[in-house]
């Protein structure tokens, strides 16, 4: 199964979401990853999808989304050059000041910023693709306890192309 990425402009309404993800679900798709926000234009939202499985149901599922009243777009962004990223808070308790230079080391490295210092921990952001915050957290983890948030991942083609509505 290959992982696809899917962008869907949307009319910013209520109940659009859950519709979109509905298919999704009927068709045995895994999401594994969905990040939604408005646009440049307040009226509509951009859903973007991160899910595996075969190309044959990929292309069955975009069909049904097109069919869909509040969907106004859907781009495979699977093939295309895209800029993706992620962002992720990361908080490692129970560290001590050894670690806590380490954590400031790795942050430097991984050009995160540290967002918030108390006694006994310490909070990253980070932002970056998928693999390069995996890598962050595979340093961290064994630092301390990690309770970590995470968007979902967001794409954009590169260059000049935009999705037209």
Wanted: glycine share 6%; charged share 25%; with cysteine.
């Amino acid at each position: 199964m290959q992982q696809h990425i899917l962008s869907v402009l949307v009319s910013n309404k209520a109940g659009v979401l859950t519709k979109v993800t509905a298919l999704f679900s009927r068709r045995g798709f895994n999401i594994d990853s969905l990040a939604v926000g408005t646009t440049e234009n307040k009226d509509i939202s951009r859903i973007t999808i991160i899910a595996n499985g075969d190309d044959y149901t990929l292309e069955q599922l975009i069909k049904q989304l097109n069919k869909l009243i509040d969907v106004i777009k859907v781009k495979n962004l699977t093939s295309t050059e895209t800029v993706c990223r992620e962002l992720a808070l990361i908080k490692i308790s129970g560290i001590g000041s050894d670690e806590r230079k380490e954590i400031l080391q790795f942050s430097e490295i991984y050009r995160s910023k540290i967002v918030d210092v108390a006694p006994d921990t310490v909070t990253v952001e980070i932002t970056g693709t998928t693999d390069k915050i995996a890598s962050f957290l595979a340093l961290v983890e064994k630092m301390g306890k990690i309770e970590m948030v995470r968007t979902g991942t967001i794409s954009i083609e590169r260059g000049r192309k935009t999705i037209e509505v």
